[in-house]
Structures are given as structure tokens and as C-alpha cells.
């Protein structure tokens, strides 16, 4: 039976192809079983219809239509001058990401083929999670707020701790970003507004999560923090 670690999933960064943790991640295995059954089930159907079995009807393959995102959760965000940080962040980094400018340097000499790519990937890995994470962070930190003298007190060190653990996974997040960004403006050239911009960004929204989460980066993670 795998030696699995107890909750390590919950305050990861969902980079799996990254984690030297996966053999010891139930959900990893189970996303791994998962994905296996379904080559089987695309193999199934694949031999259907070189059988003549019209296998794609609408009814297989119909699909949920696109949830709109919710608008009391755009309110929030607006409100929230962390979560607005976050998300303008978000926006500015995704508009890099589809439209990257031409490097004005050469990146340096030493540096590992594709570390160019790498850095990019930091950037549009973990550009949506920072919001996300924080916006749960918040979230919990308000029901910690909510709880009534009268109701037990474990439920308020739950949601206190929860959302302490998101607000690290955030703060990894930006700190690997900024790292990322940093070394970009070198490659880019040291005026590159978008790289400058993100930059004072990140190092503001670091700041302003240590303030609302001053425990934080004291919180440990299972596995991955021992």
C-alpha cells in the first residue's frame, strides 16, 4: 500500500509535473487511475467506430454549457482592495503571456536550454492561483470573523487555519513569480514596463498578505513544509 502523506494535497501548488512528492499524494494516484480508465474508455470507443457504431452522438457528447462566473464573487473582489491587487495582477500577466514581446538581450550564456520557457512557465502557472488562493484565504478568514461567542472555538482555528494555508500557497506563489519576472527583465531589457510593473506589483501584494496573514508563512504544510 503507497505511503501516502495525510492532507499534503490540500496546501500544495497543483504542479505535479514539479512535485517530488507524487508518490506519496492519494490524489495524485487517483487523478493517475483516473486518466488511465479513461484511455481505456477513448480506446473502447475508438474501436466502435471503426466497427461503423456512430458513437459521437449528441447524447454522448453533449456537453454543460459554460458557467458564468459569479457576480457576487466580482463584487467581493472589487471591494477587496487585496483580491482587486490580485486580479490586476492576473490580468496584466495573462495579457503578457498571449502577447510576449521579443527579448532585447540574449539570455545569458550560462543558463539551461528552454530557461527562458521555464520562467515563463512560472509566470503562467501561478498568475491565476495567487488570486484564487487569496480570494479563499479571505473567504476563510471571514467565516473565522462570523464565528458567535457561543459557538465552539475549533471551528474558528479551522477556518483561521485554512485560510493561512492558502495565504502561503499565495505567498510561494508571488515570491516564484517574482523570482521570474525579475530575472525576465534582464532578458527583456531593464525598461520593460510590463516586467517593471509586475514586479512592484507582486512586491506590494506580498506585503499586503503578510499584514492580513501574519501567520502565514509560519504554517506548516504536510510533506512538503518537513
Excluded at 509535473?17 to 480508465?37: G, N, P, S
Aim: net charge negative; with cysteine.
Amino acid at each position: 500500500m503507497p505511503n501516502f502523506i495525510p492532507g499534503i494535497f490540500n496546501y500544495c501548488d497543483r504542479w505535479c509535473e514539479r512535485c517530488a512528492f507524487t508518490k506519496r499524494c492519494r490524489v495524485f494516484a487517483d487523478l493517475q487511475r483516473f486518466e488511465a480508465e479513461h484511455r481505456e474508455w477513448d480506446s473502447f470507443f475508438e474501436a466502435l467506430e471503426r466497427a461503423g457504431c456512430d458513437v459521437r452522438s449528441p447524447e454522448l457528447t453533449s456537453e454543460a454549457p459554460d458557467r458564468p462566473p459569479s457576480k457576487s464573487l466580482g463584487r467581493r473582489r472589487r471591494k477587496d482592495e487585496l483580491l482587486h491587487a490580485a486580479e490586476e495582477y492576473m490580468d496584466a500577466a495573462h495579457a503578457w503571456l498571449k502577447v510576449q514581446p521579443e527579448p532585447q538581450h540574449a539570455p545569458d550564456q550560462n543558463a539551461e536550454p528552454g530557461s527562458l520557457d521555464d520562467l515563463t512557465d512560472v509566470i503562467g502557472w501561478y498568475h491565476m492561483q495567487i488570486a484564487v488562493k487569496l480570494t479563499r484565504a479571505s473567504s476563510g478568514l471571514r467565516s473565522a470573523e462570523k464565528i458567535k461567542p457561543w459557538e465552539e472555538d475549533i471551528l474558528e482555528e479551522v477556518h483561521r487555519s485554512d485560510a493561512d494555508g492558502s495565504a502561503k500557497v499565495a505567498l510561494i506563489g508571488i515570491e516564484r513569480s517574482l523570482g521570474a519576472w525579475t530575472t525576465l527583465r534582464t532578458v527583456y531589457g531593464r525598461d520593460d514596463d510590463t516586467a517593471r510593473k509586475a514586479i512592484t506589483q507582486l512586491a506590494r501584494l506580498r506585503r499586503a498578505v503578510e499584514e492580513r496573514f501574519p501567520n502565514a508563512r509560519t504554517f506548516h504544510r504536510p510533506g512538503l513544509d518537513d
